[in-house]
């Protein structure tokens, strides 16, 4: 069973930074890839970005210079490093993981960008 522990979310003023971890029960080499993704009230869920095995990363155009993900490997941890937020950033962001045919996912943490 893999486990996915979200932390970092909260309430930050627009133009301000937060940095998202996920913490794995195993290591993250065994992963096809790990990614963010985020879910607004009244939308579906949307890849933030994602990074895999080998090291390529990929985002949604909306966060494109704004956002970074990246892992330590020792640690099994991805971060998502989050700078000029915006309003339009506020949803719950989940961390997922791909191993082979099934994707994990965290519960969960939310982030609120307001004044």
């Known amino acids: 069973q893999v486990q996915l522990v979200e932390s970092g979310g909260g309430l930050v003023q627009p133009g301000g930074s937060l940095r998202l971890s996920c913490a794995a029960s195993?290591?993250?080499?065994?992963?096809?890839?790990m990614g963010w993704y985020r879910q607004a009230p009244g939308n579906q869920r949307e890849l933030v970005a994602r990074?895999?095995?080998?090291?390529?990363?990929n985002y949604a155009d909306s966060v494109k210079g704004r956002f970074t993900i990246s892992r330590d490997n020792a640690k099994n941890t991805v971060y998502l490093q989050m700078n000029s937020l915006k309003p339009e950033d506020t949803a719950v962001y989940y961390c997922n993981a791909v191993l082979g045919p099934v994707n994990y996912w965290g519960q969960g943490t939310q982030v609120t960008v307001s004044s």
């Open positions: 195993r290591s993250i080499f065994s992963f096809n890839a």
């Open positions: 990074i895999t095995r080998a090291g390529n990363t």
